[in-house]
């Protein structure tokens, strides 16, 4: 539905090459350029600039491309509402991990119970991904933890969680205030890199003069249930959001480090398109999840 030089801008940019967005959209290369070139004229100026051998969209492309990345996820939505003949829009959308395993499978659970012919598709992946995929048109919306570029998006708070380390019980970190450097002898386990929780915590590292190198070692894991796993059996220790400890802790299977020397809240944001025709059924969702987690 997008205008096919749009669609050709998308590529070029997409791929970060005239050759593989030609391939890409079985066009030939010379048709490719043609269609670039048609839609500098009638912008006025470039839309690319090469820096060595690299791609790079200009001032003028860049506002084109969040205009057309926008239209074609908003052509693809509705081509498909079309063709299905539903009166139901199909919600898909994506949750960082912490969200998406300990902050919405409640709400999910009440919002289906209350719309038995809402169709809906999460996604669980990390931040980077996350926004990747909104701005293709693979997910309308998404719940992120992480920290990112606010420019090229609408957002709105629906949740703030502090960011707490953790340990065993046993461990002598458990029994009393500790300061910073009195984790560094430990193991530090992270998630992996592009996941909000990791960005957060190098942020804050950095707000003390530190890193993650100065802790005796550093273990990377993607799974958040092994790494909490891992904490329990004395392994390690790792910095979490409030939320997805909350039964470890009121358990007492993990035990959190009173740190003197640091206090860290992040906000969870709700993402979406700037000006999508769809905007009333996102924010319909949203005020959903927002009465079944803190009714």
């Known amino acids: 539905m997008l205008d096919f030089r749009l669609e050709t801008f998308l590529a070029v940019w997409n791929e970060k090459s005239y050759t593989r967005a030609a391939e890409k959209l079985f066009i030939t290369q010379p048709a490719v350029s043609q269609h670039i070139k048609h839609l500098e004229a009638r912008l006025g100026g470039p839309l690319f600039q090469s820096v060595g051998r690299q791609l790079h969209l200009t001032e003028a492309g860049l506002l084109l491309y969040r205009y057309a990345a926008a239209a074609q996820a908003e052509g693809k939505k509705t081509e498909a509402l079309i063709q299905s003949r539903s009166s139901t829009v199909p919600l898909r959308f994506g949750a960082t991990r912490?969200?998406?395993e300990y902050v919405l499978p409640h709400s999910l659970r009440d919002y289906l119970r209350s719309h038995p012919d809402a169709e809906l598709s999460m996604v669980v992946d990390n931040t980077d991904i996350l926004l990747a995929k909104l701005r293709d048109g693979s997910i309308d919306f998404a719940f992120l933890e992480g920290i990112f570029d606010r420019e090229d998006f609408a957002t709105s708070v629906f949740l703030r969680d502090e960011f707490v380390a953790v340990c065993s019980?046993?461990?002598?970190?458990?029994?009393?205030?500790?300061?910073?450097?009195?984790?560094?002898?430990?193991?530090?386990i992270v998630r992996e890199h592009g996941s909000g929780s990791r960005v957060l915590l190098e942020n804050a590292l950095a707000s003390l003069n530190a890193t993650t190198a100065d802790f005796r070692h550093v273990l990377e894991l993607g799974n958040l249930e092994v790494i909490k796993e891992l904490v329990t059996d004395g392994l390690g220790i790792a910095f979490l959001y409030a939320r997805s400890v909350e039964k470890e802790l009121a358990s007492g299977r993990l035990a959190r480090i009173a740190l003197k020397d640091f206090a860290v809240f992040h906000d969870y944001s709700f993402v979406r398109l700037k000006d999508s025709v769809y905007e009333p059924t996102?924010?319909?969702?949203?005020?959903?999840?927002?009465?079944?987690?803190?009714p």
């Open 98 to 100: 912490t969200i998406g």
């Open 282 to 294: 996102y924010q319909e969702f949203l005020d959903n999840v927002l009465r079944s987690s803190f």
């Open 169 to 188: 019980v046993a461990d002598a970190l458990s029994a009393g205030p500790a300061a910073l450097p009195d984790l560094f002898p430990r193991r530090l």
